[in-house]
């Protein structure tokens, strides 16, 4: 039996060091520093990663204070049965990148598909989406911080709370605001947009609300945060390059807007909801089993 009080306990203490231990040292960075000396331009990488790795941190050290122990860590890879689970992180990303790539020169681009590939054949754009993807395992450690925090403790401790659907909801909503910091700093749309900040927060609530679904489905699916770790990787490093492959047609100068980019994120917003609709599923057979 869940002992929910407990349970809200510790993913109160949890939300609260997962904010303080990012937050703290990015608003003193950022007031020091300025955020693109220490942060974009990777200067300062010790720090950065006390910024990435804070839900990592908040895991481990409200389990110690909680005095919970490590069962449902997910710190185990699985790799057996759930192969393709790791290919589904990687390849959902691939089709992602090429469908948004599509999209915004169907809007944007005025049907102008002849710039697509930037001038590559067809061999040559997969060796360039091949070698793109194959750091993306490596660059899983810049995301670990993240997926063993949300994942790997926020939704394991939320969903018996509020359920599937309030976990993805409100989870994302946190995760979202999480990165408030760096938003409000220019880190995801710049500063130079109507609407700054708020309108960027929101954004980055939306997002980060349809991909938790992808991402929460892999570890519940494999037991494991690595699914994750690895397709929030490949997001964050491979997909807009993959993207970028298959945009023609849009003037140079042209500046894309937060609306603008969020209905380019359609295809992965619908590819997410698949996602969802596959692990509520799993969770009716569970409850009927």
């Known amino acids: 039996m869940i002992n929910k009080k407990l349970e809200?306990?510790?993913?109160?203490?949890?939300?609260?060091?997962?904010?303080?231990?990012?937050?703290?040292?990015?608003?003193?960075?950022?007031?020091?520093?300025?955020?693109?000396?220490?942060?974009?331009?990777?200067?300062?990488?010790?720090?950065?990663?006390?910024?990435?790795?804070?839900?990592?941190?908040a895991n481990v050290i409200t389990r110690k204070l909680t005095h919970e122990g490590w069962n449902n860590s997910l710190l185990h890879l699985?790799?057996?049965?759930?192969?393709?689970?790791?290919?589904?992180?990687?390849?959902?990303?691939?089709?992602?990148?090429?469908?948004?790539?599509?999209?915004a020169t169907i809007i944007y681009g005025k049907y102008d598909f002849s710039d697509i590939g930037g001038g590559m054949n067809f061999m040559q754009i997969v060796g360039n989406?091949?070698?793109?993807?194959?750091?993306?395992?490596?660059?899983?450690?810049?995301?670990?911080?993240?997926?063993?925090?949300w994942r790997g403790y926020m939704n394991q401790k939320m969903e018996p709370l509020l359920g599937t659907t309030g976990t993805v909801i409100v989870g994302g909503i946190i995760w979202g605001l999480w990165h408030a910091e760096l938003t409000v700093a220019g880190h995801n749309f710049g500063t130079e947009y109507d609407g700054?900040?708020?309108?960027?927060?929101?954004?980055?609530?939306?997002?980060?609300?349809?991909?938790?679904?992808?991402?929460?489905?892999?570890?519940?699916?494999?037991?494991?945060?690595?699914?994750?770790?690895?397709?929030?990787a490949?997001?964050?490093?491979?997909?807009?390059?993959?993207?970028?492959?298959?945009?023609?047609?849009?003037?140079?100068?042209?500046?894309?807007?937060?609306?603008?980019?969020?209905?380019?994120?359609?295809?992965?917003f619908m590819l997410c909801l698949i996602f969802f609709a596959l692990m509520i599923s799993d969770k009716q057979k569970e409850k009927k089993a």
């Not at 049965?81 to 599509?102: F, Q, R, W």
């Not at 793109?132 to 395992?137: A, F, N, R």
């Not at 927060?201 to 690595?226: P, R, V």
């Open 8 to 57: 809200a306990k510790r993913l109160v203490i949890f939300i609260l060091l997962a904010f303080g231990i990012s937050w703290i040292p990015a608003i003193i960075m950022n007031s020091v520093f300025g955020y693109h000396e220490w942060f974009e331009t990777y200067k300062m990488p010790f720090f950065a990663l006390i910024v990435g790795f804070g839900p990592a941190l």
């Open 78 to 103: 699985k790799l057996k049965g759930n192969l393709k689970y790791y290919l589904i992180a990687i390849l959902s990303v691939v089709a992602m990148g090429i469908a948004e790539g599509v999209l």
């Open 129 to 149: 989406v091949t070698l793109t993807l194959s750091v993306v395992p490596l660059m899983a450690f810049n995301t670990f911080g993240e997926e063993f925090g």
């Open 196 to 232: 700054y900040p708020y309108l960027g927060i929101l954004a980055m609530c939306i997002t980060c609300t349809f991909l938790g679904m992808g991402l929460m489905w892999l570890t519940k699916k494999t037991g494991s945060i690595y699914p994750a770790a690895i397709m929030h």
């Open 234 to 268: 490949a997001i964050n490093f491979g997909g807009k390059s993959i993207g970028k492959l298959f945009i023609s047609g849009i003037p140079e100068n042209y500046s894309p807007t937060i609306l603008d980019n969020l209905i380019v994120s359609i295809p992965t």
